[in-house]
């Protein structure tokens, strides 16, 4: 059984940054995918970003340019370095797990429907 445990999340004032880590382990075959997502209140869950095995990268245009996923393999932890963050984007921060290959979905930004794993989530709070 895959687990993930996100951590990293708090309070940062408009502008400012922030990087979250998610610490995954279980069978290696069943998270060939790592994805983070977002979910404010009242809203669905959005794509940010996922990293395959080899790390190969895909983004949300929400996320281009400002955030960058990467992954640490030795110590099984999946990181987002976000930057310029906004207050629209204060919510709860998800990192999930597949094991399907990132590449096998049609879009760069990467669809809550594809991921069988989940962590509980860390709160990020952008405040103006």
């Known amino acids: 059984q895959v687990q993930l445990v996100e951590s990293g999340g708090g309070s940062v004032q408009a502008g400012g940054a922030l990087t979250l880590s998610c610490a995954v382990s279980?069978?290696?075959?069943?998270?060939?995918?790592v994805a983070w997502f977002r979910q404010a209140p009242g809203k669905g869950r959005e794509g940010i970003a996922q990293?395959?095995?080899?790390?190969?990268?895909r983004y949300a245009d929400s996320a281009k340019d400002r955030f960058l996923i990467s992954q640490d393999t030795a110590k099984n932890i999946v990181s987002l370095q976000m930057n310029d963050l906004s207050p629209e984007e204060t919510a709860t921060y998800y990192c999930?797990?597949?094991?399907?290959?990132?590449?096998?979905?049609?879009?760069?930004?990467?669809?809550?429907?594809?991921?069988?794993?989940w962590g509980q989530g860390t709160q990020v709070t952008v405040s103006s």
């Open positions: 279980g069978p290696t075959r069943s998270r060939n995918c």
């Open positions: 990293i395959d095995k080899d790390d190969s990268t």
């Open positions: 999930a797990a597949t094991p399907l290959r990132c590449y096998a979905t049609a879009h760069d930004q990467p669809s809550a429907g594809a991921f069988r794993y």
